[in-house]
């Protein structure tokens, strides 16, 4: 019998990134302007995921708080998170999100991976 001593969270990589808002919180603590813009979701798990979107932030200096609108499959998600990296690719930004996830969106998020990955449109990375 094999122990499973993985201590982090599975990373789902979806095949096709999902386009969806996101909005600029605050940068070190002071709240910024609630302005849409426009993200493609790369990956997620349960404590995170990576984003793209065509604006260059300065996350190693600032701690940026991000909130995001999200329909993963059928039932829509509002979360917050932190930004921990980016890095440019091919004339667009990815960035790593640490979430902040509230009590009751842990299991609405795990069951919303389920269903994804029922349909095939999630690999475990």
Same mark, same amino acid.
């Given at each position: 019998m ?13 095949k ?8 600029i ?10 302005k849409?813009i ?7 798990? !349960?404590?995170?995921c990576?984003?793209s979107?065509? @604006? ?5 200096s600032?701690?940026?708080r991000i909130?995001?609108? @999200? ?5 829509? @998600? ?5 930004? !921990? ?8 930004w990815?960035y790593g999100v640490?979430?902040?996830?509230q ?5 609405r998020?795990?069951?919303? @991976? ?6 095939? !449109?999630?690999m475990?990375?």
């Open positions: 094999s122990i499973n001593l993985r201590r982090e969270p599975f990373r789902y990589t979806l096709e990134p999902i386009t969806f808002e996101i909005y919180i605050s940068i070190n603590g002071v709240s910024a302007p609630h849409p426009q993200a493609e979701l790369i990956d997620i798990s !349960r404590s995170g990576q984003l979107f065509p @604006l260059s932030l300065h996350v190693e600032n701690e940026i909130g995001m609108n @999200l329909l993963l499959f059928e039932d829509p @998600l509002d979360l917050e998170g932190t930004l !921990r990296w980016g890095n440019e690719e091919n004339e667009t990815h640490q979430l902040k996830i009590d009751g969106n842990h299991d998020l795990s069951r919303e @991976l389920r269903m994804l990955a029922g349909q095939g !449109r999630i475990v990375k």
